[in-house]
């Protein structure tokens, strides 16, 4: 089991920034990758951003140049830098961990992925 403890989110003005953090102190499970994700009222979860335990980073267009993922120095740490929020980045964000039950990297490999209890981010017009 995995459990993920997020912090960070907030009311904020549109232009401001704000910094998620997440980890997942007690596992002993190897995790790859980490990341996050948003869900806005009325949508789907989507995918915000993610980063592999070798710093290979993937962002949605909406969020590029925008907002930075980040591992921390300990172990099975990750940050979200959001800059520049917009009204419409305004959602839950969950962290999410990747623990893969056979060999990374493997095609059809089983895995289970953890969640956060999600994390509030308004940002007001």
């Known amino acids: 089991q995995v459990q993920l403890v997020e912090s960070g989110g907030g009311l904020v003005q549109a232009g401001g920034s704000l910094r998620l953090s997440c980890a997942a102190p007690?596992?002993?499970?190897?995790?790859?990758?980490m990341g996050w994700y948003r869900q806005a009222p009325g949508h789907e979860r989507d995918l915000v951003a993610t980063?592999?335990?070798?710093?290979?980073?993937t962002y949605a267009d909406s969020v590029k140049g925008r907002f930075t993922i980040t591992r921390g120095n300990a172990k099975n740490t990750v940050y979200l830098q959001m800059t520049g929020l917009k009204p419409e980045d305004t959602a839950v964000y969950y962290c999410?961990?990747?623990?893969?039950?056979?060999?990374?990297?493997?095609?059809?490999?089983?895995?289970?992925?953890?969640w956060g209890q999600g994390t509030q981010v308004t940002v007001s017009s």
């Open positions: 007690e596992t002993k499970l190897s995790i790859n990758p």
């Open positions: 999410s961990a990747r623990v893969t039950w056979g060999l990374e990297g493997v095609p059809g490999a089983p895995y289970t992925d953890y």
């Open positions: 980063i592999s335990r070798d710093d290979v980073t």
